[in-house]
């Protein structure tokens, strides 16, 4: 029996669906009645929601298209959003969900003419992708070839067995005379030879126009005929579950469309690849010639940027005034993970960070977390750095000034702080505790009021002899990497931090674990990392982490040890070495970070600026 429960959770789910994942369709209409039943049966039945969604086969051979034959930040963010709506659903759903991607590249190999190990590349890197969300569990990758019926065949056999097995014959004799009568599947046919002769052009090109006529139609029939036995197969093997679809499908239809993108786009990532505009902070996702056409014909330039070693998307970078162009042409881009941590490497000394608009640094930093400006031509003084940073905004003043000089200083009775000592710092946000003297209020004052939205770091010298790496967490990355119910509770645990006397100052300050910050959309983990007594003895400086509230959890220590094993996974977590002369520039929302223990002299300056709507106008300087 259908109880008002079920039917509450039930249009939660499907709502969360459309609007994360599908295309809209009206409440009466078969296809969301059937979906709707689909989730009540299994609410009902205690199971996980199960998709089913025929994609990712392999990248098109296209050089025109996409930027090579592995995974790139088009795949990233495609299943960056399946990830996202599997955590919002385990969050409201107990059961979870069970999404299966079944790779339909046998289906159709030798029409598309991919070898079998671009394809196993392929493969390899979405499941990489998958694992860095932590998200195996939940979302898996299939193809014919992990089915008992297929698995002893080659490769470039497992199409003709699929057709043996599951094809329709009668489909196949009549296709001719259904193209010719059938006004919506002589279209289908039309669009398809128009997609795939542009997909095969550089196979195809050469022939005369007769035979490539011949064979984009071969292509374009053999491709409605192996559909037809693939949605067999997947009808008989996976009868129960939600099936997804990359076409656009009726409203009567039990397919659901989905956007792998935005909603205004209806795109596939593995026949397109991925353009990050500076200028205006957005993804364009299209083929790979007419981002490159389109970049170059306005006032900016078009680069690469790598991830391990192989372009991963494309940045097009706006150019200042005519003499910045050839300066950015002579910059490596680069990225630590695969949305994180983005190196700005010059080939020359001779670039001045200047060249790059402020407008671009500041969608680059909102997008990436961390820059790192790298062979830049350097600053000899406080003031020279000062001078351009104002650029930015309004700095945040200190007692001691807008800019601290973070270096090791022994004191005669020791080090005034575990910043000006060699020792290791935890993670933490910059301002998570303000000092007294700035008179911030947490019952007056909201975090975004007093919070730097970004700080910068200039390494004017590094000749520590070991250590001193700078920790970083990605923690707009945690909240995907967990599992929703898991992230629901941390959102509802608030953590109350406080000190012994150091610049920070003692007043205890709270802030749940997972908070969304004003202006980034984002969930993010926000988490100082508790330094005592028993987890770090003889450091020079300790705070301290109790639970003000949470529904989940009541011993401090055990959370520790999770947020600690959570926060430390490779997905999340990077160090970085600081080389003299770089210019860092860090997202404090959307990132954490701390320090090695390190031996020898590093010396950085350090800037925050104000937040947009800041709480504290000014300080008054402590004599």
């Known amino acids: 029996m259908q109880t008002f429960k079920t039917e509450k959770i039930s249009n939660e789910l499907v709502g969360i669906m459309y609007e994360e994942l599908f295309l809209s369709r009206d409440k009466s209409t078969y296809g969301y009645k059937l979906l709707k039943q689909q989730v009540i049966d299994s609410i009902t039945c205690n199971q996980p929601l199960k998709f089913l969604l025929p994609a990712f086969p392999c990248k098109s051979i296209s050089a025109e298209k996409c930027l090579s034959d592995t995974p790139d930040m088009a795949e990233w963010l495609a299943l960056k959003k399946i990830v996202s709506t599997i955590r919002k659903i385990e969050e409201v759903y107990e059961h979870g969900v069970k999404f299966t991607i079944f790779s339909d590249y046998h289906t159709f190999s030798k029409y598309i003419s991919v070898e079998a190990k671009s394809y196993y590349r392929y493969r390899e890197g979405l499941k990489k992708i998958i694992n860095a969300f932590n998200c195996d569990g939940a979302l898996e990758l299939k193809s014919l070839s992990d089915h008992e019926a297929f698995a002893s065949y080659n490769d470039d056999e497992q199409m003709d067995i699929l057709w043996e097995l599951y094809g329709d014959e009668t489909y196949e004799s009549t296709l001719d005379k259904v193209i010719a009568t059938d006004s919506s599947v002589r279209k289908k046919y039309i669009s398809l030879k128009k997609f795939m002769g542009d997909d095969q052009k550089a196979l195809i090109g050469s022939l005369g126009k007769s035979k490539r006529n011949k064979r984009i139609s071969e292509i374009a029939r053999g491709m409605m005929t192996q559909g037809v036995a693939l949605d067999n197969f997947l009808h ?48 364009l996702i299209d083929r790979r010639n007419s981002a490159t056409c389109q970049g170059e014909n306005h006032q900016s330039i078009i680069s690469p940027i790598y991830f391990e070693d192989r372009a991963w998307l494309l940045l097009e970078l706006p150019t200042p005034n005519p003499n910045s162009r050839e300066y950015l042409k002579k910059i490596k881009f680069s990225l630590r993970k695969e949305d994180f941590a983005l190196f700005i490497e010059s080939t020359s000394t001779d670039l001045n960070i200047s060249e790059i608009s402020n407008i671009a640094i500041s969608n680059l930093l909102n997008e990436f977390g961390i820059l790192i400006f790298r062979n830049l031509k350097t600053f000899e003084t406080v003031n020279d750095l000062e001078s351009w940073y104002s650029g930015r905004g309004q700095f945040l003043e200190w007692s001691f000034g ?19 000592s060699e020792e290791a710092l935890p993670f933490h946000w910059d301002m998570v505790s303000p000092p007294p003297y700035m008179k911030i209020d947490q019952t007056k004052h909201k975090y975004h009021e007093y919070t730097p939205k970004e700080f910068l770091l200039y390494c004017k010298s590094n000749e520590s002899s070991e250590g001193g790496l700078s920790t970083i967490i990605n923690s707009s990355m945690v909240p ?65 982490s109790r639970i003000l509230e949470s529904p989940l959890y009541d011993d401090i220590t055990t959370l520790e040890k999770e947020i600690t094993a959570i926060a430390l996974n490779d997905a999340n977590h990077l160090t970085l070495e600081f080389r003299t002369g770089d210019i860092v520039l860090v997202n404090n929302h959307t990132v954490l970070h701390g320090r090695t223990a390190f031996k020898g002299h590093r010396e950085l300056w350090r800037i925050q600026l104000q937040p947009e709507l800041p709480a504290v106008q000014s300080t008054v300087r402590e004599v």
């Open 480 to 544: 995907l990497t967990i599992n929703g119910r898991k992230r629901k509770a941390f959102r509802e645990t608030t953590l109350a931090y406080r000190t012994r006397l150091s610049y920070f100052g003692g007043t205890e300050r709270n802030y749940p674990l997972i908070m969304t910050v004003p202006g980034t959309e984002k969930e993010l983990l926000r988490w100082w990392q508790m330094w005592d007594e028993e987890s770090h003895p003889g450091s020079v400086q300790f705070n301290y």
């Open 402 to 420: 807008a800019t601290h000089i973070v270096k090791p200083e022994l004191e005669t009775q020791g080090y005034t702080s575990s910043v000006t």
């Open 236 to 283: 008989q093997t996976f009868p129960h579950h939600i099936r997804l679809s990359i076409h656009h499908h009726p409203d009567e239809s039990a397919k659901h469309t989905l956007q792998l993108f935005d909603k205004s786009l209806f795109k596939t990532p593995w026949h397109n690849c991925v353009t990050f505009s500076a200028a205006t902070g957005k993804y």
